[in-house]
């Protein structure tokens, strides 16, 4: 038997303030996006915010439903619209902000399963690391060089 280690390095920034200004203004932008999330059952609100090759934004928040498996998270309508309006142009960055209604949001939230799944997808098919920038309400900041990261060992078409 043999035993690998699977690390990656991530950055933690303070504040908003302390991000370089693309990556300010995504985040604003993921913030915006947010606050058009449809939660009135979770009351959990998220947006996102994705950066592409091309210098354009795409935006999505999550939209849930009464039949829970039916609603989509705001990851996944950022990055399916992006792919849609732009297909085959290059992700560089995703910026994701979640807060609650009920309680204050203090940690940044990492994508879902099903996100990581999804973008995984298109960090694969275009070969290039997609960054990912995470923050709650307020606090600290995450900043992933790549899915990858946070999705080791994952599934891809080359498997098919």
């Known amino acids: 038997m043999k035993k690998k280690t699977i690390s990656f390095e991530l950055s933690v920034y303070e504040t908003l303030g302390a991000l370089n200004e693309q990556d300010r203004d995504l985040m604003h932008m993921a913030i915006e996006a947010r606050k058009d999330a449809y939660a009135p059952y979770s009351n959990f609100m998220v947006g996102a915010a994705v950066l ?53 949001v203090e940690k940044p939230a990492a994508p879902c399963g099903n996100c990581r799944q999804a973008i995984s997808e298109y960090e694969f098919k275009q070969k290039s690391p997609i960054e990912l920038l ?27």
Do not use: W
């Open 134 to 160: 995470l923050m709650a309400e307020k606090g600290e900041i995450i900043k992933c060089q790549s899915l990858a990261d946070i999705l080791p060992l994952g599934f891809n078409s080359s498997y098919l």
């Open 52 to 104: 592409l090759a091309n210098g354009k934004t795409v935006i999505g928040s999550n939209q849930e439903n009464a039949s829970y498996p039916s609603g989509l998270c705001a990851e996944r309508v950022a990055v399916f619209q992006a792919g849609a309006k732009y297909p085959g142009v290059t992700i560089k960055s995703i910026a994701i902000t979640a807060m609650s209604k009920t309680h204050l």
